[in-house]
């Protein structure tokens, strides 16, 4: 195809990490057709792992833009309203506050990932490659460069599988245990929040699975657009149905921080664990949540951590965004949002400053982004803390004041100042 781009305002950005933020950032830096864009993901494929997710009116307008909305839309449920409930100890009338103006979609993460991948152009995520190194340079012109060094996995390990490619800038969505950011901020570590959070779908392709989620449809009757919070002493749960009469849930348990291998949050459950949860179950939630939780195959935990905010995303030609930036904890559904959302304004910044101003458009998207994610990162901490009963141990929430039910809204994330903390 002829290029109707002068050659040398051809510029080329590196993205590493094909999860949510790098695919996100991929559609969103297309827009500039000045732009040649590159992802490099270390995973072999999109996966069928992950469970479910809310995407925000913002994010869903983001993905709409990039052509998305379609398959958002038959990919996803609403969830147009969120319901705190506590547990009264007649089970009469637990609902302590709600919000009918909760305007998400409910969407599986792999769902999410793919619709994703999928409508972008062939040949600009290459799967099995995993960044290993970068550093930032200048060309005999002055021109900054990052030369990026990329290795090809999977082949024999030799220098042949290595290949060096010099970008124009290079963004880093390489998720919370990001390199690029232990590069530029050694030494920091991640927060454990006190708690991890048992996780599971009920897939309802069995006639006892959906025996199970009818009952339990009964018990949370606008399933299908409601998410779900029940609170209990020192403990909640979140659930929310997925497509596919899926039942996505979510419980919260205070405990030591786990021994994790590897980088990765997740745990695998093994027989004795969840037979424990099980029990714990039938002792702390209603009978239908509990059912639910006991009929879920595989259930598995992650164990939740969140980091310090950044007071920086960019060094250089180097920008973080998605969980590399602001790694934070699950309660204020904000993590892909965020993604989503740093995607969106990285993409138009881009966009509006064009080829010769890089670093200008890198400044607006950080100026625009840190303090939005570092109020969504203490809103979520916040939340987490006051619905595990960390902050005020023992509430009653049923007989609590009015505005300390109304701290437990999702939609308290936009007015929330950190100073509250
Ligand atoms: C498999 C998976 C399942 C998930 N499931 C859920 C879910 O069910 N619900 C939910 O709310 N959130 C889920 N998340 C988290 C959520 O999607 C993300 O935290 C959020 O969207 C931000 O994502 P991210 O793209 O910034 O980071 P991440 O999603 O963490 O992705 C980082 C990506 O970078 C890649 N990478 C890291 N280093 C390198 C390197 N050096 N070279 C090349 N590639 C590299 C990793 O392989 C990974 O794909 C999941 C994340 C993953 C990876």
Redesign the pocket.
């Known amino acids: 195809m002829e290029s109707r781009i002068n050659d040398s305002k051809r510029k080329r950005v590196v993205v590493?990490?094909?999860?949510?933020?790098?695919?996100?950032c991929a559609h969103s830096l297309l827009r500039s057709e000045w732009l040649e864009v590159l992802v490099?993901?270390?995973?072999r494929s999109v996966?069928a792992?992950?469970?479910?997710?809310?995407v925000g009116p913002r994010a869903c307008d983001a993905l709409r833009s990039w052509g998305l909305g379609d398959a958002l839309e038959s990919s996803s449920l609403p969830l147009s309203m969120e319901e705190n409930r506590a547990l009264d100890s007649k089970r009469n009338d637990p609902v302590v506050i709600k919000d009918e103006t909760y305007d998400h979609r409910a969407v599986?993460?792999?769902d999410?990932?793919r619709l994703i991948h999928d409508a972008l152009p062939a040949g600009i995520v290459r799967w099995s490659?995993?960044?290993?190194s970068f550093a930032e340079l200048r060309e005999a012109n002055g021109e900054p460069r990052v030369r990026v060094k990329?290795s090809k996995l999977g082949g024999a390990e030799n220098e042949s599988n290595v290949e060096e490619i010099d970008a124009d800038f290079m963004v880093?969505?390489?998720?919370?245990?990001?390199?690029?950011r232990e590069k530029f901020i050694p030494n920091e570590s991640r927060r454990y929040s006190g708690y991890c959070a048992w996780?599971g779908v009920l897939e309802t392709s069995s006639e006892h699975a959906q025996e199970v989620a009818e009952t339990v449809k009964k018990a949370y009757p606008d399933l299908g657009k409601c998410l779900y919070f029940d609170i209990a002493e020192g403990t909640h749960a979140g659930l929310y149905e997925l497509l596919k009469k899926r039942l996505?849930w979510l419980w919260y348990i205070n405990q030591p921080e786990p021994q994790l291998k590897g980088k990765s949050v997740?745990l695998k459950a093994d027989e004795k664990a969840i037979k424990e949860l099980h029990e714990q179950a039938q002792r702390t939630w209603p009978p239908e949540l509990a059912k639910l939780m006991q009929s879920t195959a595989s259930p598995f935990i992650n164990a939740i951590f969140d980091r310090e905010p950044l007071g920086q995303f960019v060094w250089g030609r180097v920008v973080l965004?998605?969980?590399?930036?602001h790694?934070?904890t699950?309660h204020g559904?904000r993590?892909?949002n965020?993604?989503?959302d740093?995607a969106f304004v990285l993409g138009n910044a881009i966009a509006k400053w064009g080829p010769d101003q890089i670093e200008v458009a890198l400044d607006e998207y950080q100026g625009e982004r840190v303090p939005a994610a570092t109020r969504e990162v203490l809103f979520s901490r916040h939340l987490g803390k006051l619905k595990q009963g960390l902050l005020i141990p023992g509430i009653d929430w049923l007989q609590a004041e009015q505005n300390l039910k109304e701290q437990l809204l999702q939609k308290n994330v936009h007015s929330f100042q950190p100073s509250e903390l």
């Not at 880093?172 to 690029?180: E, I, L, N």
């Open positions: 590493v990490g094909g999860s949510i933020a790098g695919l996100c490099f993901e270390r995973a996966t792992a992950g469970a479910g997710l809310g599986h993460w792999s999410l990932h490659h995993e960044v290993v990329v880093s969505a390489d998720g919370s245990m990001s390199q690029t996780r996505n997740t965004v998605g969980e590399a930036a790694p934070t699950p559904l993590s892909t965020m993604s989503i740093d």
